[in-house]
Structure formats: structure tokens, C-alpha cells
């Protein structure tokens, strides 16, 4: 017991001393915290900082399981519309959902709140930078690139029911729907998804209609052909995993 103990005053006298001796070690001094740096580059609709979610290891992870395999199903053809078309119906205002959907989504993570001024999502108050601004206006391309993504490699799986398949072929159908409007009519709409990503990166309104033309004419492709070349699905995913990346690294 007595050999405990001087043991342990020991080693408590050699703690002593070690912190005496660092004491006197002149360190140089640690530099300031710089309060100037901007921790986030967002801000709540407040103007109080907001740390928002690590969205690009998400975003990396997706754009990898994109990129993994691509898929193909047998031809949808219109007919089907007409033997499950609350099935067809459904799918397709599912994915104009999904669309609306994405945009509040991406700003919701941003830390900006979203609400409707008629059928135009606004974000009252908000103060984005260019590339928030770029992500929150794609949100609804990100959104209905992976939906119709995941639409078309579910109808590749056999076995399929006659209302999944007008299910799926619908929600597919609405992302190439909502691509020619933004390719057409709201291409250069004032509150128009191109028109904000035009302001966000500096690109004109027709090159980015023209990127965002590839993935939904290869997808009509592989939804409408009976016979899609193998490289047709691969080209799609890709441009759609590279679109992802464009958006969250700008």
C-alpha cells in the first residue's frame, strides 16, 4: 500500500513539473480568429448565418450511382396511356411535383424559404450568391433528371404491373414535357428556371436550353424506340451525373 501511494505522488509531482516546464517554453503567439471569413456563403431570410448541410458529398454520391450502370426498358408506347391512364395521369403530375419539389427542396438546404406568388415559386428576401442562385434554379432539372432516372431503371425491371409501367412511363413523360416548355415557351420567361441560371453563370438562355436538351432527347429515346443502341442510355446518365456536378461545384 505504502509503494502505491509513493508511486502515485510521484507520477502527480512529475505532472507538476512537465507543466512548469512547458510554461516557460515561449510559444509564439496563435493568430486571431478571422471573423472577416465567411464561414457559409448562406444566410437565413434573417441575415443570421445558417450552416446549411453538406449537399456536395450527397450530390457526389448520387452523381456516382448514376454513373454505375445505365438502363434501358422495353418501348412505352401511348396505347398504354389509354388502358391505365389514372396510372399514366398520376405519374405525370407526380413528376411535375417532383419538379417544384426540387426547387424548394435545394433552397430549403440552402437555409431560404420558399412559397408560391401565383404558380411562381419566389424566396422572399433572399440574398444568394451566383452559385446558390444556380442551384436553386436547377433544383427542378436536378429533380426530374433523377426522378425520370430512377422511372426508367424501375420499367427495366421484369415482371413489371401494367399500372407501374403507366406509372413510370408517366412520371418519365412529364420530365420531357417540362423540357420542351423550358426549350419553347419559358425559355426566356423573366422567372423562368433558364433565365435564373443564365443570370447565375453568365451563359445565354439557347446554350443552356441546348444542355439541357441532351438528356430529355435521349430519353424520349429510350422510352419511345424498340430498339435503343446501348451507348444511348450511357450518354444520358452521363450528361445528367455531369449536369449535377456543373451545378454543385460552380
Keep these: 500500500m505504502g509503494l502505491r501511494m509513493l508511486k502515485k505522488h510521484k507520477v502527480f509531482y512529475y505532472h507538476i513539473a512537465c507543466r512548469q516546464a512547458i510554461a516557460t ?56 396511356a389509354q388502358r391505365r391512364p389514372g396510372a399514366f395521369l398520376a405519374g405525370f403530375f407526380s413528376g411535375c411535383a417532383a419538379h417544384e419539389l ?32 444556380l442551384q436553386v434554379a436547377s433544383g427542378g432539372f ?3 433528371w433523377l426522378v425520370s432516372e430512377a422511372a426508367l431503371r424501375y420499367r427495366e425491371k421484369a415482371g413489371m404491373s401494367d399500372f407501374g409501367d403507366s406509372y413510370s412511363a408517366g412520371l418519365v413523360f412529364s420530365h420531357l414535357a417540362i423540357s420542351v416548355a423550358y426549350l419553347t415557351v419559358l425559355k426566356d420567361h423573366e422567372d423562368g428556371d433558364i433565365e435564373g441560371m443564365s443570370e447565375a453563370t453568365g451563359l445565354s438562355n439557347d446554350q443552356l436550353a441546348g444542355l439541357i436538351a441532351i438528356p430529355a432527347l435521349l430519353d424520349c429515346w429510350r422510352l419511345f424506340d424498340r430498339d435503343v443502341p446501348d451507348w444511348v442510355p450511357a450518354v444520358s446518365v452521363g450528361s445528367k451525373a455531369v449536369g449535377l456536378a456543373a451545378v454543385w461545384t460552380w
Design 142 to 144: 436536378q429533380a426530374q
Design 25 to 80: 517554453i515561449p510559444f509564439p503567439p496563435l493568430p486571431a480568429p478571422d471573423h472577416s471569413a465567411r464561414v457559409n456563403s448562406l444566410s437565413s431570410p434573417g441575415g443570421l448565418g445558417y450552416n446549411a448541410p453538406p449537399m456536395r458529398p450527397i450530390f457526389t454520391l448520387t452523381i456516382f450511382l448514376l454513373a454505375a450502370t445505365a438502363a434501358t426498358a422495353e418501348p412505352w408506347q401511348l396505347e398504354g
Design 102 to 133: 426540387g426547387h424548394i427542396a435545394v433552397a430549403g438546404a440552402l437555409g431560404y424559404d420558399a412559397e408560391f406568388d401565383g404558380v411562381t415559386l419566389v424566396y422572399p428576401e433572399a440574398r444568394m450568391t451566383d452559385a446558390e442562385h
